[in-house]
C-alpha cells in the first residue's frame, strides 16, 4: 500500500506570495492532517479534514487554508507568505472510522518550504 | 490554554541503559496518547499508544504508562539500542496538542 504522498519536497518562495501545498492519503484514509513543524517548536497542528469537511482548526492566522476534494486528496494554501512560515509542513491521514481523532497518524515525508 | 509538556528536552543515555519520557496533560476529555519517533530528516511515525482505559501497554523494549488521575503519561524504553536515537514526540486531545519533543541521545 502506498503511503502518503507530499508534494513538492521543496519550495522556496519570496514574501508576500502564495504557496499551495498537496497531499494524497493513504488509499482508504478518509481523514487529512496538516502540521507545522519548526526547529523546537515541534508539532503545531493546522486542520483535520474528513470527508471534504474541515473538523477542526489549530491557532494560525486566516492566510493558512485547506481543503480536501472527494478522493480524500487534500491541499493547503498560505497566501501573503511571511519569513516566519518557513517550516516543513507535514500532512498525515488516518482511519478515522470511528468517534474523532483517536486513530494513529500516518505521516508524509512532509514539504520544506523556505520563504525569503 | 490547554498544552503538552513534554520533559527531557534533550535525554542522554548509555547503550543499554533505560530512558524514560514524561508528558503531562491539561485536557480532562483527552483518552488516547499516542507517541511518535521521527529520526533525523525523517517522518514521524507511531511507535506506541494507549487509551484511557489502560494504565499501561508494552510492545517488547518499548512501554507507555498512563496516569489518568495525574493526566500525564510516559514512554520507557529498556536496553536501549544507537538505533533508538531520535526526536520523541507526545500528543493528547486528540492528536491536535503535541508535546515539544525530547532528543534521545544514545551513548556507545
Known amino acids: 500500500k502506498a503511503g502518503v504522498t507530499q508534494t513538492p519536497r521543496y519550495l522556496i518562495k519570496t514574501r508576500g506570495q502564495q504557496v499551495t501545498l498537496s497531499c494524497s492519503p493513504i488509499s482508504g484514509h478518509r481523514s487529512v492532517s496538516w502540521y507545522q513543524q519548526t526547529p523546537g517548536q515541534g508539532l503545531q497542528f493546522l486542520f483535520e479534514y474528513f470527508s471534504e469537511t474541515q473538523r477542526n482548526k489549530g491557532n494560525f492566522p486566516g492566510r493558512f487554508s485547506g481543503r480536501q476534494f472527494s478522493n480524500s486528496r487534500s491541499e493547503m494554501n498560505v497566501s501573503t507568505l511571511e519569513l516566519g512560515d518557513s517550516a516543513l509542513y507535514l500532512c498525515?491521514?488516518?482511519?478515522?472510522?470511528?468517534?474523532?481523532?483517536?486513530?494513529?497518524?500516518?505521516f508524509g515525508n512532509g514539504t520544506r518550504l523556505t520563504v525569503t | 490554554g490547554e498544552n503538552v509538556e513534554q520533559h527531557p528536552s534533550t535525554l542522554s543515555v548509555q547503550e543499554g541503559d533505560s530512558a524514560v519520557i514524561k508528558c503531562t496533560y491539561s485536557d480532562s476529555a483527552s483518552n488516547y496518547f499516542p507517541w511518535y519517533k521521527q529520526e533525523l530528516g525523517k517522518r514521524p511515525q507511531l511507535i506506541i499508544d494507549i487509551r484511557s482505559n489502560v494504565g499501561e501497554k508494552k510492545d517488547q523494549r518499548i512501554a507507555v504508562t498512563l496516569n489518568k488521575t495525574a493526566k500525564h503519561f510516559s514512554l520507557h524504553i529498556t536496553e536501549t539500542q544507537p538505533e533508538d536515537s531520535a526526536v520523541y514526540f507526545c500528543?493528547?486531545?486528540?492528536?491536535?496538542?503535541w508535546g515539544a519533543g525530547t532528543k534521545l541521545i544514545i551513548k556507545p
Open positions: 498525515a491521514s488516518s482511519r478515522l472510522d470511528r468517534s474523532s481523532y483517536n486513530s494513529p497518524l500516518h
Open positions: 500528543a493528547a486531545k486528540g492528536q491536535l496538542i
